[in-house]
């Protein structure tokens, strides 16, 4: 019983250590709420999916909304797609 639970707690940090969306705060505000570098959309505001898209478009290089979309280019190509799916799932309306 012990060892299912320490699993479970190793299991359970590993995955939280993987998203880990600190690094966008310093742009986005720590909910999400600011307008990163006066030009992004409020995240906090975006649904899931557009926020989904968004990332995944950014990481294969496709969108550049305001002609800052290299700056998240480098930030997304680091995740995963599924990493980037369960952001988008944890920090959309
Ligand atoms: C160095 C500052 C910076 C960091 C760090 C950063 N972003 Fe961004 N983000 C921006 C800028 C600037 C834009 C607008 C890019 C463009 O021109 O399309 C943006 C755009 C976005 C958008 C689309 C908003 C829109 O207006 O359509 C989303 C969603 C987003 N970021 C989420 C994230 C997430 C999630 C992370 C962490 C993995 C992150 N950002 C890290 C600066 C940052």
Do not use: P, W
């Amino acid at each position: 019983m012990k060892l299912i639970v320490l699993l479970f707690v190793l299991y359970s940090s590993v995955l939280f250590a993987q998203v880990n969306i600190d690094e966008c705060k310093k742009c986005h505000g720590e909910k999400f709420e600011k307008i990163a570098y006066g030009v992004s959309e409020i995240v906090k505001n975006m649904s899931k999916l557009e926020i989904e898209k968004a990332l995944l478009a950014y990481k294969s290089g496709k969108r550049d909304k305001y002609g800052m979309g290299l700056i998240m280019k480098l930030r997304t190509r680091f995740y995963k797609v599924n990493k980037l799916k369960e952001i988008a799932k944890k920090i959309g309306r």
